[in-house]
């Protein structure tokens, strides 16, 4: 380890939040990096940063928030990567880990409205111009409202506050867990709730990646560990995997747990919102993977291969 434990995280005013997030969680149980200059912070721009047009689908998907990041872990210039696991791919790179996932913020979307009084989709005037990034939204919003009118919206989130407040269009989303971090849950319009809108997979969730042989450093991340987060992010990750999820394909999943069981729903969308099939299942917390996977075998099933030809 160097003199100085080196977190690595994109620059984004969210990003640097969660990596001060894991920052404190460390300090906070480990007396040797409660200093002030014990923990260094590498803020990173990553491929996905440098895009602020068009969709991410045609740019190469979400590994472009994680490749330089994940770079500087192979090469020993960061001693731990901090991610939204909602951007990290199923797979990881040779020699990389999840190490610690901190407790799941609330996962929910969010609605931002240029009106205060619109509370779920259906009160979205006819022909509303909504703007997001995320194919799952518009995939979702275009099933329930193919009246609406749809463009890419990108930037960080307070650029794209700064949209709707400019009445640029009438709403957008985004993640409750993301506008909490910032502290700006106050501009929230509505919270759309999972049979609304059912959320990306591990929305809500901060990972902590390290290096398998730097042992010291999963010992130490092992202390922070979530563990009720971390079985629900391995049974949506294992439904993604089934699923090759990636931003091509609009997908939402969600685990909940409840005393000693898991209730799993799945979703997929054309990206137009003209076909969706839903799944659920439920058992207990030890078979977190297998339901993840029942629920994307069954998706896979229910919408056969043409499905998912288009939509890849």
Same mark, same amino acid.
């Given at each position: 380890?160097?003199?100085?434990?080196?977190?690595?995280? /994109?620059?984004?005013?969210?990003?640097?939040?969660?990596?001060?997030?894991?920052?404190?969680?460390?300090?906070?149980? *480990?007396?040797?990096?409660?200093?002030?200059?014990?923990?260094?912070?590498?803020?990173?721009?990553?491929?996905?940063?440098?895009?602020?047009?068009?969709?991410?689908?045609?740019?190469? #998907?979400?590994?472009?928030?994680? %490749?330089?990041?994940?770079?500087?872990?192979?090469?020993?210039?960061?001693?731990?990567?901090? *991610?939204?696991? %909602?951007?990290?791919?199923?797979?990881?790179?040779?020699?990389?880990?999840?190490?610690?996932?901190?407790?799941?913020?609330?996962?929910?979307?969010?609605?931002?409205?240029?009106?205060?009084?619109?509370?779920?989709?259906?009160?979205?005037?006819? #022909?509303?111009?909504?703007?997001?990034?995320?194919?799952?939204?518009?995939?979702?919003?275009?099933?329930?409202?193919?009246?609406?009118?749809?463009?890419?919206?990108? #930037?960080?989130?307070?650029? /794209?506050?700064? %949209?709707?407040?400019?009445?640029?269009?009438?709403?957008?989303?985004?993640?409750?867990?993301?506008?909490?971090?910032?502290?700006?849950?106050? /501009?929230?319009?509505?919270?759309?709730?999972?049979?609304?809108?059912?959320?990306?997979?591990?929305?809500?969730?901060?990972?902590?990646?390290?290096?398998?042989?730097?042992?010291?450093?999963?010992?130490?991340?092992?202390?922070?560990?979530?563990?009720?987060?971390?079985?629900?992010? %391995?049974?949506?990750?294992?439904?993604?995997?089934?699923?090759?999820?990636?931003?091509?394909?609009?997908? #939402?999943?969600?685990?909940?747990?409840?005393?000693?069981?898991?209730?799993?729903?799945?979703?997929?969308?054309?990206?137009?919102?003209?076909?969706? *099939?839903?799944?659920? /299942?439920?058992?207990?917390? *030890?078979?977190?993977?297998?339901?993840?996977?029942?629920?994307?075998?069954?998706?896979?099933?229910?919408?056969?291969?043409?499905?998912?030809?288009?939509?890849?």
């Amino acid at each position: 380890m160097s003199e100085k434990f080196r977190i690595a995280t /994109r620059g984004s005013p969210l990003a640097l939040a969660q990596a001060n997030l894991v920052k404190d969680r460390l300090a906070a149980v *480990h007396s040797s990096l409660a200093s002030d200059n014990a923990i260094e912070i590498l803020p990173m721009r990553t491929s996905g940063d440098k895009i602020q047009v068009g969709s991410l689908a045609s740019a190469g #998907g979400k590994g472009l928030f994680t %490749k330089e990041i994940e770079d500087a872990l192979l090469e020993d210039r960061a001693d731990i990567a901090v *991610h939204s696991m %909602k951007d990290v791919p199923t797979i990881l790179p040779e020699g990389l880990t999840i190490g610690a996932l901190l407790e799941r913020e609330d996962p929910r979307d969010a609605l931002i409205a240029c009106d205060a009084s619109i509370k779920k989709l259906a009160d979205l005037p006819t #022909g509303a111009f909504v703007g997001t990034a995320s194919l799952r939204r518009k995939a979702i919003l275009l099933n329930t409202r193919p009246d609406v009118r749809v463009d890419v919206l990108r #930037g960080n989130v307070e650029t /794209r506050l700064d %949209k709707i407040v400019a009445g640029d269009m009438d709403a957008t989303f985004l993640a409750v867990a993301g506008l909490r971090r910032l502290g700006l849950a106050d /501009r929230i319009t509505a919270f759309l709730e999972p049979d609304e809108m059912l959320p990306a997979v591990c929305q809500g969730a901060i990972g902590i990646e390290c290096r398998e042989d730097d042992t010291s450093t999963c010992d130490l991340l092992a202390q922070i560990n979530h563990q009720e987060t971390e079985i629900r992010t %391995k049974s949506e990750r294992a439904f993604l995997g089934i699923l090759d999820g990636s931003c091509r394909t609009p997908i #939402g999943g969600l685990a909940t747990i409840d005393g000693s069981e898991l209730f799993f729903r799945g979703l997929i969308v054309r990206p137009d919102g003209s076909e969706v *099939h839903a799944a659920q /299942r439920s058992g207990n917390v *030890h078979d977190a993977i297998e339901i993840g996977i029942a629920v994307a075998e069954e998706l896979r099933s229910c919408a056969g291969a043409d499905f998912f030809d288009d939509i890849s």
